[in-house]
């Protein structure tokens, strides 16, 4: 899969995996493919870069989650993925 740059308000390139849209929201989605968990700061990053482009809230596709990386996502609202609640989604 390709991803997808925009330039953000701070001058950095940001990447994402892929842009959804619903309406005129559009989202950046990330998805790390990773055996470990994904830790806080990594949510905030992505957080970060999805602000500096003006998108709304990231979704963020990982195998597991740390507690306060879950906590942190929650206060921001920001959607994180698990494979088996994707496949859950789709029965």
Same mark, same amino acid.
């Given at each position: 899969?390709?991803?997808?740059?925009?330039?953000?308000?701070?001058g950095i390139?940001?990447?994402?995996?892929?842009?959804?849209?619903?309406g005129h929201t559009a989202q950046g989605v990330w +998805?790390?493919?990773?055996?470990?968990?994904?830790?806080?700061n990594i949510i905030? /990053?992505?957080? #970060?870069?999805?602000s500096d482009v003006g998108l709304a809230s990231p979704? +963020?596709?990982g195998e597991k989650f740390?507690?306060?990386?879950?906590?942190?996502? /929650?206060?921001? #609202?920001i959607t994180l993925l698990t494979r088996q609640q994707m496949t859950m989604r789709l029965r």
């Open positions: 899969m390709d991803a997808t740059t925009f330039e953000g308000f701070s390139n940001q990447k994402f995996d892929m842009i959804v849209q619903k +998805i790390r493919d990773w055996k470990r968990t994904i830790g806080v905030i /990053n992505i957080d #970060k870069a999805s979704i +963020i596709v740390s507690d306060h990386a879950k906590s942190y996502a /929650n206060r921001r #609202k």
